[in-house]
Each structure stands twice: as structure tokens, then as C-alpha cells.
């Protein structure tokens, strides 16, 4: 839990998670920041620091002490969600910018306080509703702020890839990208289904326009629905451009721990298509905290980004169940991270 003041004085607890290299050196800061489901029962109850582990692992490989912070109202963090009190109707964008700017250089400058951390180095990068707090965040002017990475961000998603008062909101991106100084990276998938590139250069468009730096570069599509790729898709997905762009920045982007690849051996009894596919993915994915169940007769559940390797464990013991294709069969744990285990 990250202690943070906020500019009105007050305090706020913000749920959080480190990942950094090793060592007794300061880090550049790569705070990381969600996006939302924009319902309390999921972005309280079931978003935690653990669905941005795979990026947060990305960004410590190559060099940057990553911070994971979901803002308020997110997981067991305090005070309410940014939306909290908007409508379709009247989003509150502005309101939104604000609350997010405070929220997370609240939480930089306690990060910053960290002895790991550099004082005068950092990037900020977070998906969909985290992208636009983001560059709400490098609109305040924080020093130090060396970059921006924006995945799909914007905010008020409705259906059919519409916004919820999407003229307000391109004002409002006008007025961050006015206001910043720090250059940013813009990535939308192909087919995001939230904020599709169409939408995304709209909201690039306004924000360069008005004088915001920037790079907007359309992503290849990703699974069913490229809105998710931050947090879902691997490294090798997306890590490219990024590099590119912090390269060209003079930021860290090579390689400063390798992590292991070694691969685990395949379930004796993982005897079907979907689950041999479903095992291989497990495999590659560099993500806190999972787990791989199955029973004797080939079928299976698995889990991701849960709090704890216990809950991960539970959860993965739970889908084995739904899916059992006997009535005597049981599901038993095979894996929990990279690990086989002995239920």
C-alpha cells in the first residue's frame, strides 16, 4: 500500500506493486497505471497489481524499477473510482483528468522517495482509462518525466466503439496535449474493440494539434479483442516500438536481466487440442500469479494474475471443475507460476 498526499492535503492508500532488477542502485521509474471495467464489483473486487505483471516484468527486464499503481477506487485502493458520479451523458472528463493527475503524481513522488528509485527519471505508461491518466498525469508537468506510453487509452467507451461525449473528451485531450512537455507513445490494436485506430488517431489528432509531442503507430490485431493487449499479450508483441521509441529518446531499452525459459513438461494426461494449446500458452506467459489444474482424463482449468499463488491455485482447481467431462474425475493442481507442483 503506497502513502500518497494528495494537492488538497489529504491522504490517499493506493494499491501497488514493485518489480526491479536486483541490486543497490536507483532505477529509472516506470509507473504503470490499469484501465477499468467501469463497475465497482470488478474494479474493487477483482482488479489487483497482478493483471500489469507481465508489462511490469517487461519494463524491470530492461532496466526500470516498474511500479504497478491502480489509482483510487481500484482493488484495495482507498477513496472512489475516477467515474464514480458520471454519465454517458456527462462524463466528467475534465473532473476525471484531474483525479487521475493527482493520483499518480501523488504516487511518483512517493515512489521517488524509494531508495531504488531515481529522483529525476521516469516514464508513466497505462492502458485504455490508465492511458488517458497518463497523459493527464504528463499534463501536470512533473519534473522528470522523460516519456509517456499510452495502450489504448481514452475513456467513456460505449457500444459499437462509440463515446460517451466524445467531443468533450477530444477537448479535453487538447487542453493535456497544450499543457505537455514530454513526448509520447500512442498504440492501438487493430481491432480493439473499444477504441479502434479510427478513434485513437482522433483523440492523437487533437492532443498533437494543440501542441502535445507524440507518435501514434497502429498495433496488429491481438486474440478477440485487441483492447487488452498491455495486459495480455506477451512481450514480443509490443515491446518492439516501445524499445524503438525509448531508444531514440536515450531511455534504457536493452535487456538488463534475462528471465529463465526453461519450459515445463507437458501434463501426462493433457490429451486434447484446447488443452495442449491452453498448456502452451501458460508456458510462455511471464505473469504474477497463475496455476494449471487438470484431471486424469485430460481436462483442465487455469488462472492469471491473481493476488496470491494460493488464490491462483483455488481459482484454477475451480475451472477444472466446471469443465469436467465425468462425474468421478478430480481435478488436481499441476503447475503454480513456472513451477510443476505435487498436489
Given at each position: 500500500m503506497l502513502s500518497v498526499t494528495l494537492p488538497d492535503g489529504k491522504p490517499a492508500l493506493l494499491d501497488a506493486f514493485v518489480t526491479r532488477p536486483a541490486g543497490f542502485k536507483r532505477w529509472p521509474v516506470a509507473l504503470i497505471t490499469n484501465g477499468t471495467?467501469?463497475?465497482?464489483?470488478?474494479?474493487?473486487?477483482?482488479?489487483?497489481?497482478?493483471?500489469?505483471?507481465?508489462?511490469?516484468?517487461?519494463?524491470?527486464?530492461?532496466?526500470?524499477a516498474?511500479?504497478?499503481?491502480?489509482?483510487?477506487?481500484?482493488?484495495?485502493?482507498?477513496?472512489?473510482?475516477?467515474?464514480?458520479?458520471?454519465?454517458?451523458?456527462?462524463?466528467?472528463?475534465?473532473?476525471a483528468k484531474k483525479r487521475d493527475t493527482e493520483d499518480l503524481l501523488g504516487a511518483l513522488s512517493a515512489i521517488r522517495l524509494q531508495?531504488?528509485?531515481?529522483?529525476?527519471?521516469?516514464?508513466?505508461?497505462?492502458?485504455?482509462?490508465?492511458?488517458?491518466?497518463?497523459?493527464a498525469a504528463g499534463?501536470?508537468?512533473?519534473?522528470?518525466i522523460k516519456a509517456i506510453i499510452n495502450f489504448d487509452g481514452g475513456r467513456g467507451a460505449a457500444d459499437n466503439a462509440s463515446v460517451c461525449d466524445k467531443a468533450g473528451l477530444l477537448k479535453t485531450f487538447a487542453a493535456m496535449g497544450a499543457a505537455s512537455h514530454?513526448?509520447?507513445?500512442?498504440?492501438?490494436?487493430?481491432?480493439?474493440?473499444?477504441?479502434?485506430?479510427?478513434?485513437?488517431?482522433?483523440?492523437?489528432?487533437?492532443?498533437?494539434?494543440?501542441?502535445?509531442?507524440?507518435?501514434?503507430?497502429?498495433?496488429?490485431?491481438?486474440?478477440?479483442?485487441?483492447?487488452?493487449?498491455?495486459?495480455?499479450?506477451?512481450?514480443?508483441?509490443?515491446?518492439?516500438?516501445?524499445?524503438?521509441?525509448?531508444?531514440?529518446?536515450?531511455?534504457?531499452?536493452?535487456?538488463?536481466?534475462?528471465?529463465?525459459?526453461?519450459k515445463m513438461p507437458f501434463p501426462p494426461s493433457l490429451n486434447n487440442a484446447a488443452g495442449t494449446s491452453a498448456f502452451r500458452e501458460y508456458q510462455s506467459a511471464q505473469l504474477y500469479e497463475k496455476a494449471f489444474a487438470m484431471d486424469s482424463s485430460g481436462d483442465w482449468g487455469?488462472?492469471?494474475?491473481?493476488?496470491?499463488?494460493?488464490?491462483?491455485?483455488?481459482t484454477a482447481l475451480r475451472n477444472c471443475q466446471k469443465h469436467l467431462k465425468n462425474t468421478w474425475g478430480k481435478c488436481r493442481i499441476y503447475a503454480v507460476n513456472n513451477a510443476v507442483v505435487q498436489d
Open positions: 471495467a467501469g463497475t465497482a464489483e470488478f474494479d474493487r473486487w477483482e482488479m489487483n497489481p497482478n493483471r500489469m505483471s507481465g508489462t511490469a516484468l517487461t519494463f524491470a527486464r530492461h532496466g526500470y516498474a511500479v504497478v499503481v491502480l489509482r483510487e477506487g481500484y482493488g484495495y485502493s482507498s477513496g472512489g473510482a475516477e467515474y464514480t458520479g458520471g454519465t454517458c451523458v456527462r462524463p466528467q472528463h475534465d473532473l531508495p531504488w528509485a531515481s529522483r529525476n527519471e521516469a516514464i508513466l505508461a497505462g492502458m485504455s482509462a490508465g492511458g488517458f491518466g497518463v497523459l499534463a501536470g508537468r512533473p519534473s522528470g514530454a513526448p509520447s507513445l500512442w498504440l492501438y490494436s487493430l481491432n480493439d474493440r473499444l477504441f479502434p485506430p479510427l478513434t485513437g488517431i482522433s483523440f492523437f489528432n487533437s492532443y498533437a494539434s494543440a501542441g502535445g509531442s507524440g507518435r501514434f503507430v497502429v498495433m496488429p490485431p491481438y486474440g478477440i479483442n485487441g483492447h487488452v493487449f498491455m495486459e495480455s499479450a506477451p512481450e514480443s508483441f509490443w515491446w518492439g516500438p516501445v524499445a524503438e521509441f525509448l531508444r531514440e529518446k536515450g531511455l534504457p531499452y536493452r535487456e538488463e536481466v534475462a528471465v529463465s525459459r526453461k487455469v488462472s492469471y494474475w491473481a493476488r496470491s499463488a494460493p488464490e491462483a491455485a483455488a
